[in-house]
């Protein structure tokens, strides 16, 4: 079993930055995927990066240029600096765990793929 628990979300104006966390707990050998998603009101569920285990990154075209994902494997954490936001950055962020996986895989933007989720955390992009 793994725990994931996010922390780092708020409100911040447009063109901000916010900085998430995800502490990770339990099974959490490699190889994995982790991956941050994001829910915005009325919308579905959206990958918007992953890290595998190796450190190899998958982002979404959305995100590319401003968020940068990247992880402490001795401390189990996984973060997501987010630069240069926008109001339509604003969902539910979720950090979401696949063991055993990679983010390669074009598996990666799918819910159901992975096995463990966090309970999220709120960012908000005011304009």
């Known amino acids: 079993q793994v725990q994931l628990v996010e922390s780092g979300g708020g409100s911040v104006q447009s063109g901000g930055s916010l900085r998430l966390s995800c502490a990770a707990s339990?099974?959490?050998?490699?190889?994995?995927?982790l991956a941050w998603f994001r829910q915005a009101p009325g919308k579905e569920r959206e990958g918007v990066v992953g890290?595998?285990?190796?450190?190899?990154?998958t982002y979404a075209d959305s995100v590319k240029g401003r968020f940068t994902i990247s992880q402490d494997n001795a401390k189990n954490m996984l973060y997501l600096q987010m630069n240069s936001l926008k109001p339509e950055d604003t969902a539910m962020y979720y950090c979401?765990?696949?063991?055993?996986?990679?983010?390669?895989?074009?598996?990666?933007?799918?819910?159901?793929?992975?096995?463990?989720w966090g309970q999220g955390t709120q960012v908000t992009v005011s304009s």
């Open positions: 979401a765990m696949r063991r055993p996986g990679y983010c390669s895989d074009s598996w990666w933007i799918l819910t159901w793929w992975y096995n463990y």
């Open positions: 890290i595998d285990s190796d450190g190899t990154t």
């Open positions: 339990g099974d959490t050998y490699s190889p994995y995927c």
